[in-house]
Every structure is written in structure tokens, then in C-alpha cells.
């Protein structure tokens, strides 16, 4: 019997047995996936519907050539898997041109689009297209009032890496063929347009060859303006800031970027302003810090019952407020284990406290400080701008994450926005100035500060429109956990294989979880 069969898709509906072999698979390795499949081949009936199946899939199990090509082979052959192929393309590398492999852009939408309009289509099948046309007008309609002269309307990091920019080239290509000769449905053809670029900062630096970034401080460090540590301070709020007036003069690419050949990715609107990042891994994280040490060294919070009131005695105080809090009150388990100098980097006073607390725990740590602040203190002058802008930051998260569309803001949700973050800016500013003025360090002001003042700024120009986008639009959260199922896939293939076995392995899950929505004809 030949080890690979030709075999028409084989519907999978119920039968947990051959389900579990190829999540087997995807999890641990062919060897165990195969055995698994061979077992229940040779124990099914004759009269099983499943058997042949199982025995195509169990050919593998006795393969002396390598097993995960021959049980690949024959789940692509049964269907169990998208029927995007992995192609092998050319990559600079130091040593010289690769083949590297790489999931083909178009073939991959091509096939969502025919196969799971809903992924594409705001969750519409074919039969709800003037659903779709809607909210594309919708869509676009909106769109252009943030970006008017986008090209859809009319059709270090600096000096690049090669291989990333080897590898980006083959994206971009794809890409381009999608916007300008676009996809084939089962209703005629659509157009993708690329309209960010999703990504932390230095992700973004690289990819775009931006030479102005936020390791460029106190020389020119923002992709979108002139602002640097000198002449145009980038900590200056005010709306007169003369940064204000350098926004969008000059571009900040050192050198030419595969991006730049996509519609738009010329254009510095191109890199998305990432909250996530901006914020949570960023200035708010700064921020959180520098509330517990400010409140600990100067304020005279958390002073344990006995044991003294050293800085360490008091942080872990406030550890434990703030884990009570979390218990008791959010129902919520913190990644953050202790409060301690050495944690939050804060080994004297004469250092600023940064820490690298994940994103879910500067959420909780914001709301915790909230809660404890809002209790009947006497405030002295900082802690006043403190608890002013502790709620501003909280409510403007809430307003972005919770109260409004995921895309879109309303032109009152906006201007609450607008509020929210100005209070922000000059609770912040206010408490660093009187902090320095007192030679105590807190309260950095740091290049993502200036960063979140670009967010407001576009909340600003959308004055006058009904709606603009929701600065959380472009976050990516959601991205980082799903590049993490990738990477997790990748722990069970040879080194040597890891990029093409995983990419084959993330055809396997992807065709496991849209299955229940593939188009039915």
C-alpha cells in the first residue's frame, strides 16, 4: 500500500477518535498522531465509516522515511488541514540567499474568502451582501476622515535588516497584488487594503526603517513629528507645543522599506499608535511605579503594623493591599508576585522606578491605587495630581476598552477622550514638576508620554466628524496571544524544520477552528 493516498475531503463532523489523532498531532508529533490512527484502524469494524480513514492516516505509523511528511501528506490529502500550500521563497540571509518557507498572503485570503466569508465579511456569509456593502461603505466613509488623502482615494532601525526586509518584500508583493488586482470570491471580487501597520515600537522601526524612534532621545525620537529632548521638548502637553507644529513635515525613514510600496506605506499614518504598548507597557507602567514608591518614600502609606517602616517592609504592605484587593474585590489572580526594589528597579532614591510588569497587571495595579486613593485622605499638592490622574488614565482605558465600538468612536466618546487624556497630561506633568523641584525622582517623563500625547492629538483632529477610531483599534493584545499558539506549535517540530513544520501546523489549527463556520454552498 502506498504510504501517501489520494483521497477527496473527507468531512469531519463527529468522530472524536480521528479528531483527536490530528490534534495529536498539532500538539505533540507525528509518531504518537500516526500510532494513535494506526490503533484505531486496526480495532474499527468493518463496517466503519471511519476505518479507511484511519488507515490513510495510520500509514505513517510503519513508514521507515520520515513520518511527519508521510501523516502531513495524507492529512492535506483528506482535507483535514487549509488547503493553502507552503511555498519556499528566496531570503537574504549574512551568509547568502535561503529558501525560507512562507504562507503565501493571497492564497491565504483567497481561500478565507471563498471558503469562511465570515472572517472577512463582519461575520456575513454570501447571502447577507448588501449587509457587507453597508458596513464597507460604512467603513470607508469613516475611514477617510481620518485619513483623506490616503491612496485608496485615488486607486539602528533606520538602514533596515536585510533578511527581514528580504523576507517583508514577499509580503508585500502578495499585498499588493490583493489591492490592485484583488480576490476571487463566489460573488465576484474584493480589494484588501492594508491601512496600518499593527506593532510594538521596535518592531515598527525595523520594519519601516524609521530613523527617528524611542532610542533616539534627546535627539529627534517620534516617527510622526520632530519632537526630541531639546528645542522641541517632547514632554510639553500644552496645545501650542511646538512639536504640534512639526507633525507630518518630514518623514522618518532613513532609508527606502518594502512597506513603502504599499498603497500608503509611504506615509508615517502608516505605523499604527499601538495603547497597548503606548500605554500599559508604557507610560501608565512608569506611572503605576512610580505612585507605589512616591506613596511609600514620601507619603507615608503602608506602614506595617510592627516590624518598622523600611522601604521594604512597606512595599511588601502594599503588596498585600493590594492582593487582598484583587481577591476580594476583582476576583482576579495578578501575574506580579511582590512589591520589592528590585522589581520595579528602584534600588535608591536616586534612581527613577521602572518595572516590567505585564499589561493585565498595570489594569488591576491602576484600579487598586484608584480604590486606595479614593478613601478619605488628607492630599498634599502631588498626591492630589496623583489621584486626579490615576482616574483620568482609568476611566480613558475604560471609555476605550469597554464603553465604546471596537472600531469606532462617537463624537461625544471622543471628546470624553480628549478630556480624560488632557487631565492626564497635566495631573502627570504637574506632580513630576513638583516632585523635581523637591529633588525627588518620580514621575518620569518618558518618550511613550509623548507618544499617548499623538493619540489625543488625533482625537483632537477629528473635531467636526461623527466618528473617528477608537485609540484601542490598533492594539495588540489579541495579536500576542495568538502569535503565542504559533510559537507553542513550534516547541514539538525538529529545529532544523521549525518555520515550514509550524506554518503547516497553524494550517492544521486554523482549519480546526473555522471548520464550524466554512461556507455551505
Known sequence: MKECMHTQTVPLRRCPALLCS????????????????????????????????????????????????????????????????????????????????????????????????????FGHEYTDLVKVETELAQFWARFRTTWHDHDDEHAGFGQGNKTLDSLLRHFVQDARDCYYDGLDSRNGKFYLVLIRLEGDLPAQAKLSHSGRNFTNDPNPMCPWCLADGRGLPFG????????????????????????????????????????????????????????????????????????????????KEAYKAFAFFCKNILHETPDVKTFSREKMGWKSLAKMPETSWKGSDIRLLTKWLVDYLSRPWLFDDVTGHVYDFLTALDDFHRLCYVDS??????????????????????????????????GWLFFNITPKYHYLLHIEHDMAQSKGHSWGFNPACFTTQMDEDYMGVSSRMSRCAHPLGAAKRTAQRWLIYSWLQWKPWRFQC
Open 22 to 121: 490530528v490534534q495529536i498531532f498539532k500538539d505533540h508529533n507525528a509518531a504518537e498522531a500516526s500510532r494513535v490512527a494506526y490503533d484505531n484502524g486496526q480495532t474499527a469494524a468493518d463496517g466503519d465509516a471511519w476505518k479507511n480513514t484511519y488507515i490513510q492516516l495510520g500509514l505513517a505509523h510503519n513508514s521507515t522515511s520520515d513520518k511527519e511528511t508521510v501523516f502531513l501528506g495524507n492529512v492535506q490529502a483528506l482535507g483535514f488541514m487549509l488547503g493553502t500550500q507552503v511555498q519556499m521563497r528566496t531570503v537574504e540571509f549574512t551568509n547568502g540567499p535561503k529558501a525560507h518557507p512562507v504562507l503565501p498572503m493571497k492564497q491565504l485570503a483567497t481561500e478565507i474568502l471563498r471558503d469562511y466569508p465570515k472572517l472577512l465579511l
Open 236 to 315: 510639553d502637553f500644552r496645545r501650542n507645543a511646538l512639536w504640534r507644529t512639526t507633525i507630518a513635515t518630514q518623514p522618518p525613514w532613513n532609508t527606502s522599506s518594502p512597506l513603502h510600496d504599499l498603497p500608503g506605506g509611504e506615509d508615517d499614518r502608516f505605523l499604527a499608535k499601538d495603547l497597548f504598548h503606548i500605554s500599559h507597557l508604557g507610560i501608565a507602567r512608569t506611572c503605576v511605579a512610580s505612585v507605589i514608591c512616591f506613596l511609600v518614600a514620601v507619603g507615608g502609606h503602608f506602614h506595617p503594623t510592627e516590624g518598622g517602616v523600611s522601604v521594604p517592609a512597606c512595599l
Open 405 to 438: 465600538n471596537r472600531v469606532w468612536m462617537n463624537n461625544a466618546q471622543m471628546r470624553t477622550g480628549r478630556s480624560l487624556l488632557a487631565r492626564f497630561f497635566a495631573g502627570y506633568s504637574n506632580a513630576a514638576q513638583l516632585c523635581h523641584a523637591q
